[in-house]
């Protein structure tokens, strides 16, 4: 089983910046797609960014309308999420998780991790 570590979260203010990363144990890494989820207070867990095995196609939700990028270190068995333009609704757990390929990118293969809290203040 792949377990998942996410980091980076924190307090910011409306506008601003963060970098999320999410590191995967295991040799196999570079063979998933994978994709960060969020779960905002009181609501459902719903998939933000995915990105390809080589990192070559990338797929966003339409809230994120160019706000985030989405990368990948194979090297380093990581994921990111540069998130910019920041809002209030853009708070909340943010988590990674793998795919098959970047066709079934919402879906989610392993056990969740712990998550990291992003907290945006207006």
């Known amino acids: 089983q792949v377990q998942l570590v996410e980091s980076g979260g924190g307090l910011v203010q409306a506008g601003g910046t963060v970098r999320l990363a999410c590191t995967a144990s295991g040799p196999t890494f570079s063979t998933y797609t994978m994709t960060w989820f969020r779960q905002a207070p009181g609501k459902e867990r719903e998939p933000v960014a995915g990105i390809s095995r080589d990192g070559g196609n990338t797929w966003y939700g339409g809230f994120v309308k160019g706000r985030f990028i989405i990368s990948r270190d194979n090297a380093k068995n990581t994921v990111y999420l540069r998130m910019n333009s920041l809002k209030a609704e853009d708070t909340g757990v943010y988590y990674c998780?793998?795919?098959?390929?970047?066709?079934?990118?919402?879906?989610?293969?392993?056990?969740w991790g712990q998550g990291t809290q992003g907290t945006v203040s207006s």
């Open positions: 998780n793998g795919a098959l390929d970047i066709a079934t990118v919402t879906s989610a293969l392993w056990s």
